[in-house]
């Protein structure tokens, strides 16, 4: 008998996933902002990142989907904005991913509307 140790969901650390999901892309200016100590944000993490063309914003989308569902097993609950992918937002529970276009980003500024949370700035994969 062959003992196999299973992955609970619990036990996958999501944001994680995500931002690999990002960088398989090549998205740019990853930003993990944990909402987990503010009791109005709809979520506990965001991660918000970029991509230079509609195209990529979309591949970086469905890298993201992807990744999380090959690594951990995991679908989003629900996602939007692929109709003119200026910014995509895939829903994972706790976890809500951003990708934007840099004018799109720019303007909605989710980052400033957060800033009482703590972010952390992931490095660009160069």
């Not at 990853?30 to 965001?46: C, P, R, W």
């Not at 895939?90 to 951003?98: A, I, P, Q």
């Not at 934007?100 to 980052?111: H, I």
């Not at 009482?116 to 660009?124: L, S, V």
Request: charged share 25%; with cysteine.
């Amino acid at each position: 008998m062959t003992s196999q140790t299973s992955t609970k969901p619990s036990d996958i650390n999501i944001p994680k996933l995500i931002v690999e999901g990002i960088q398989e892309r090549k998205g740019r200016k990853i930003v993990h902002i944990d909402l987990s100590g503010i009791e109005t944000a709809a979520a506990s993490d965001f991660i918000i990142c970029e991509g230079s063309s509609t195209m990529q914003v979309s591949a970086i989308a469905d890298s993201v989907r992807d990744y999380l569902l090959e690594h951990g097993g995991i679908k989003p609950y629900n996602y939007d904005g692929y109709q003119n992918s200026q910014w995509i937002v895939l829903d994972y529970g706790h976890t809500l991913v951003h990708i934007f276009l840099p004018s799109e980003r720019e303007r909605y500024n989710l980052e400033d509307l957060w800033s009482d949370a703590p972010a952390n700035i992931i490095p660009d994969l160069d």
